[in-house]
T-cell receptor, first 116, second 115 residues
């Protein structure tokens, strides 16, 4: 298996533009997670899905952020409009079974977002 | 309240020296415990995990960790560090009853290896 795939790997955009980050989880995994990593705040969980359904979006910073999972093999994280403070590395991870239990989360390589 | 504490932001060790990275958690029962490593520009990779049983667990790349219930700790160790171990290390806790279906990560410890 190719692992968790994220695209793009790097994104540079201007303030006010819409940004869409993409993720393909490992086939057969039923949980998908979106994280944001910054120097100031570390690794933060934004939202996670179970069987394509959003379960907990309490980490989504504000209404400018939205996430979807239209099918088991694809998810998007959208920021509209983007702001410089959104600059971070965004990770997607997937797992089979309950992540709060014994199941390992597999991380993608991340998307480094820079908002000018 | 901080659920997972990694007290050391940076650690520098000489190549060949031993290493111990500290992790403490706050949770009443025994949680699921993980150590992940993040190399520069990469995602996180699982080193090892503990659920129950033997409190000393072995992981990949020669790492091991010991769970100590009395100290609420899960410290990561390696007897001899290699230059390729330079990375950031994250301790994570899973506790279904308290955190639901998600992991809570510590702030990370950056390991520098000097030759």
């Amino acid at each position: 298996d190719a692992g968790v795939i994220q695209s793009p790997r790097h994104e540079v955009t201007e303030m006010g533009q819409e940004v869409t980050l993409r993720c393909k989880p490992i086939s057969g995994h039923d949980y998908l997670f979106w994280y944001r990593q910054t120097m100031m705040r570390g690794l933060e969980l934004l939202i996670y899905f179970n069987n394509n359904v959003p379960i907990d979006d309490s980490g989504m910073p504000e209404d400018r952020f939205s996430a979807k999972m239209p099918n088991a093999s694809f998810s998007t994280l959208k920021i509209q409009p983007s702001e410089p403070r959104d600059s971070a590395v965004y990770f997607c991870a997937s797992s089979m079974g309950l992540a709060g239990g014994s199941n390992e989360q597999f991380f993608g390589p991340g998307t480094r977002l820079t908002v000018l | 309240a901080q659920s997972v504490t990694q007290p050391d932001i940076h650690i520098t060790v000489s190549e060949g020296a031993s290493l111990e990275l500290r992790c403490n958690y706050s949770y009443g029962a025994t949680p699921y415990l993980f150590w992940y490593v993040q190399s520069p520009g990469q995602g996180l990779q699982l080193l090892l995990k503990y659920f129950s049983g033997d409190t000393l667990v072995q992981g990949i790349k020669g790492f091991e960790a010991e769970f100590k219930r009395s100290q609420s700790s899960f410290n990561l160790r390696k007897p001899s560090v290699h230059w390729s171990d330079a990375a950031e290390y994250f301790c994570a806790v899973g506790a279904l009853e308290e955190y639901g279906n998600k992991l809570v990560f510590g702030a990370g410890t950056i390991l520098r290896v000097k030759s």
